[in-house]
T-cell receptor
Framework: AQSVTQLGSHVSVSEGALVLLRCNYS??????LFWYVQYPNQGLQLLLK??????LVKGINGFEAEFKKSETSFHLTKPSAHMSDAAEYFC???????????FGTGTRLTIIP | GAGVSQSPSNKVTEKGKDVELRCDPI?????LYWYRQSLGQGLEFLIY????????KSGLPSDRFSAERTGGSVSTLTIQRTQQEDSAVYLC??????????????FGEGSRLTVL
């Protein structure tokens, strides 16, 4: 079985501040990990993914995430928040040979002007 | 079209009625997924189709839910005898799994179902 836990259903940061969205996973085999973003009134889109290559992965819009096996974590960061980053972010897990993505409950990011 | 298309975008129905939700995936994508998005519940996996293989139905919450995919393309999710707890946004996604495409699901904008 595989699962992800996203800590904090709502996160607020000031414009220009660091964004940190937390995701911890559980998987009995080496995982593939993903972050998806859902902007208001839009469908989900892939932000970045880890599939057993480099542990630090970079995505669109300046976001990056680091796979830490020892901590079973895949936290999403961005050095400087922008108003356009306001959205809901979902962490997801799958693994080799398993094409079913299991999503977390999501974190709604609010940017304070 | 260029993306995943879902219809209807909004559906209001009365408790006990049947509903059908349609998904038209990206042309050439072999994998098709249905998820349900409820407030505070994240994305709940419902069913997954891959090519001609038997679908993974492990996420369907009850036997009132069924889905089919005709000709490896369009999919229909059917909910029979709808209940108020079925109210949610139903999301469809497609992908061409493998290699550089691993894990990249392309989502439609969803069908919002409200059961009165």
């Amino acid at each position: 079985a595989q699962s992800v836990t996203q800590l904090g259903s709502h996160v607020s940061v000031s414009e220009g501040a660091l964004v940190l969205l937390r995701c911890n996973y559980s998987s009995s085999v080496p995982p593939y990990l993903f972050w998806y973003v859902q902007y208001p009134n839009q469908g989900l889109q892939l932000l970045l993914k880890y599939t057993s290559a480099a542990t630090l992965v970079k995505g669109i819009n300046g976001f990056e995430a680091e796979f830490k096996k020892s901590e079973t974590s895949f936290h999403l960061t961005k050095p400087s928040a922008h108003m356009s980053d306001a959205a809901e972010y979902f962490c997801a897990v799958s693994n080799f040979g398993n094409e079913k993505l299991t999503f977390g409950t999501g974190t709604r990011l609010t940017i304070i002007p | 079209g260029a993306g995943v298309s879902q219809s209807p975008s909004n559906k209001v129905t009365e408790k006990g009625k049947d509903v059908e939700l349609r998904c038209d995936p990206i042309s050439g994508h072999t994998a098709l997924y249905w998820y349900r998005q409820s407030l505070g519940q994240g994305l709940e996996f419902l069913i997954y189709f891959q090519g001609n293989s038997a679908p993974d139905k492990s996420g369907l919450p009850s036997d009132r839910f069924s889905a089919e995919r005709t000709g490896g393309s369009v999919s229909t999710l059917t909910i029979q005898r709808t209940q108020q707890e079925d109210s949610a946004v139903y999301l469809c996604a497609s992908s061409s799994w493998g290699g550089a495409n691993t894990g990249e699901l392309f989502f439609g904008e969803g069908s919002r179902l409200t059961v009165l």
